[in-house]
Antibody, heavy 123, light 107 residues
Framework: QVQLVQSGAEVKKPGASVKVSCKAS????????IHWVRQAPGQGLEWMGW????????KYAQKFQGRVTMTRDTSISTAYMELSSLISDDTAVYSC????????????????WGQGTTVTVSS | DIQMTQSPSTLSASVGDRVTITCRAS??????LAWYQQKPGRAPKLLIY???SLESGVPSSFSGSGSGTEFTLTISGLQPDDFATYYC?????????FGQGTKVEIK
């Protein structure tokens, strides 16, 4: 079945970086955008950006520009999100999600989600 | 950035009730809107996309409407499995943003 499986929980110190992976299966990895969304404890959802797995082109939310890097490895159908210069406010569940559109010219909601990766930033 | 404002923040309802959640965008987003359901400790689930298109496998008791800046999600006949938090999200421009959520709880 179509699924996204993420890497496990991480604990990082302030100032460090974290890299989360998201392995796709059950569909053509290079056919859909992959978004990254985070959710701080007890808070709402925050979009971080997307990667086009076919071309590697990325689009980041301005808030994370300079601190986030999204990459992919098409040979293993895996997307990555690396966030640097971590602070305590970055403590959150980070999720990858597939855009349901199969067109690179439009978006249409996120129809398949990873299970989420808890990132805790603490000294 | 486009702000998405949901109302109410919390909604108390009974099984069988018809419930409506409103989402307002700070500027027009055409029909580029999705609705999600999220339960504690779980990933969001896509219910509606393009404002009114029902995602495959989602019960027909869920429906979406609206365009421009005002949108609604309606659940006709609330079921026990529907008690959850609901989010709207626009994808009309960048950055994509979500509403703050509406928690539907048991009355």
């Amino acid at each position: 079945q179509v699924q996204l499986v993420q890497s496990g929980a991480e604990v990082k110190k302030p100032g460090a970086s974290v890299k989360v992976s998201c392995k796709a299966s059950g569909y053509t990895f290079t056919g859909h955008y992959i978004h990254w969304v985070r959710q701080a404890p007890g808070q709402g959802l925050e979009w971080m950006g997307w990667i086009n797995p076919n071309s590697g082109v990325t689009k980041y939310a301005q808030k994370f520009q300079g601190r986030v890097t999204m990459t992919r490895d098409t040979s293993i159908s895996t997307a990555y999100m690396e966030l640097s210069s971590l602070i305590s406010d970055d403590t959150a569940v980070y999720s990858c999600a597939r855009d349901r559109s199969s067109s690179w010219s439009s978006l249409a909601g996120m129809d398949v989600w990873g299970q989420g990766t808890t990132v805790t930033v603490s000294s | 950035d486009i702000q998405m404002t949901q109302s109410p923040s919390t909604l108390s309802a009974s099984v069988g009730d018809r419930v409506t959640i409103t989402c307002r965008a700070s500027q027009s987003i055409n029909r580029w809107l999705a609705w999600y359901q999220q339960k504690p400790g779980r990933a969001p689930k896509l219910l509606i996309y393009d404002a009114s298109s029902l995602e495959s496998g989602v019960p027909s008791s869920f429906s979406g409407s609206g365009s421009g800046t005002e949108f609604t999600l309606t659940i006709s006949g609330l079921q026990p499995d529907d008690f959850a938090t609901y989010y709207c999200q626009h994808y009309g421009s960048y950055p994509l943003t979500f509403g703050q959520g509406t928690k539907v709880e048991i009355k």
